[in-house]
């Protein structure tokens, strides 16, 4: 019975880690497997964050690439997890930067995008405007905690700060946003 | 808000956490920080609303999985080589440091006294050097030499 068991059960799935010693000790497909792990995380994060799809596409694939190319350096000082946010993060930041990816960015809240449904109230339109109305770094503090619910310690270590600050920025964001909505209000 | 409420209310992104007793403590007491506290919570809860009200983004293109294998397998664009910075800067330097040398090294001609005249009462000769020796050094023609024999028949 336990025989039979063993025979129907799927063993469970390699962690990170022993992912990333599969992939060193030369099976290529290791990393499939982490890509295929984190890329729904990744891209949600740069998707939120550019509103935009083919972005956030890109940025995701840059993303993994350079993972890929860099994984003999990771020296493991942080999850993978964490190190692949920290990479998707920069890219976020860099493509962010480009001033009409920018622009495409901020004015995408006031008209949301293709895919997405029509927000079903006033106040969820407002709150949107206000996230998009925080400092790009500010607003990746705030969706990395909420959204991808990582500790304060992980979003410090993705956003290459001390905790404290990704607690304060946090904090300030939230912060801002009522602020934003009160004037959104009024 | 007082001083107290101040420092709690720098601290309330660890409601999310749940790990700041100090924090909890306080909010039973002051009614103040807890309507603060509430009103941070309402803005965390529409946030979260935000995003399961957008399911679109909760979904990843089809073709996602395969762009990414694809670009994977693409060979790596050929790598900047920092060493010829390197070079390039290196090679400048030296030269700049080499034109530095020389430049210090030179054969100096000048000499403080120059300006004052050696012989006073005697004009200098056009052309005639008197500080400097090597000028008289080499052929000198016919012409040259009267001029400098009358220079220094003067000077006598």
């Not at chain 1, 996230?131 to 790009?136: E, H, T």
């Not at chain 2, 965390?44 to 999985?65: K, S, V």
Request: hydrophobic fraction near 40%.
């Amino acid at each position: 019975m336990t025989l039979q068991l063993a025979l129907v059960t799927p063993p469970p799935p390699d962690d990170d880690e022993t992912l990333i010693a599969r992939f060193r000790g030369g099976e290529r497909r290791a990393f499939d497997e982490l890509v295929a792990r984190h890329e729904k995380a990744i891209f949600r994060m740069a998707l939120r964050s550019l509103r935009d799809q083919a972005d956030a596409e890109d940025v995701t694939q840059r993303a993994f690439v350079q993972a890929f190319r860099r994984l003999d350096g990771f020296r493991g000082d942080s999850s993978f997890r964490t190190w692949l946010y920290r990479i998707a993060f920069n890219l976020v930041v860099t493509h962010a930067r480009d001033a009409g990816r920018a622009r495409r960015a901020m004015q995408s809240l006031d008209a949301p995008p293709p895919a997405a449904p029509v927000e079903r109230d006033e106040s969820s339109r407002r709150l949107r405007a206000a996230v998009a109305q925080l400092p790009l770094k500010q607003r990746l503090v705030v969706e990395l905690r909420i959204y991808d619910e990582l500790p304060f310690r992980e979003v410090a270590q993705i956003a290459d700060c001390s905790e404290d600050a990704a607690k304060m920025n946090f904090h300030h964001a939230l912060k801002k946003l009522r602020v934003l909505l009160q004037e959104n209000e009024a | 808000m007082s001083a107290e409420c101040r420092r709690f209310d720098e601290r309330f992104a660890a409601l999310l956490a749940d790990d700041d007793e100090e924090l909890r403590r306080h909010l039973t007491t002051c009614a103040e920080c807890r309507a603060e506290a509430d009103a941070y919570r309402r803005t965390i809860w529409g946030l979260h609303q935000l995003d399961a009200a957008n399911p679109a983004e909760g979904a990843t293109p089809d073709g996602l999985h395969a762009g990414i294998l694809r670009a994977l397998d693409k060979p790596a664009p050929i790598a900047r080589r920092p060493w010829r910075t390197f070079v390039i800067a290196g090679g400048l330097s030296a030269a700049l440091a080499a034109a530095a040398l020389l430049f210090f090294l030179r054969p100096h001609h000048h000499h403080p006294h120059r300006s004052s005249n050696p012989m006073p009462g005697v004009e200098a000769l056009d052309g005639i050097d008197d500080e400097d020796p090597c000028h008289l050094i080499g052929d000198i023609d016919d012409e040259e030499l009267a001029k400098v024999t009358a220079y220094f028949k003067k000077g006598v």
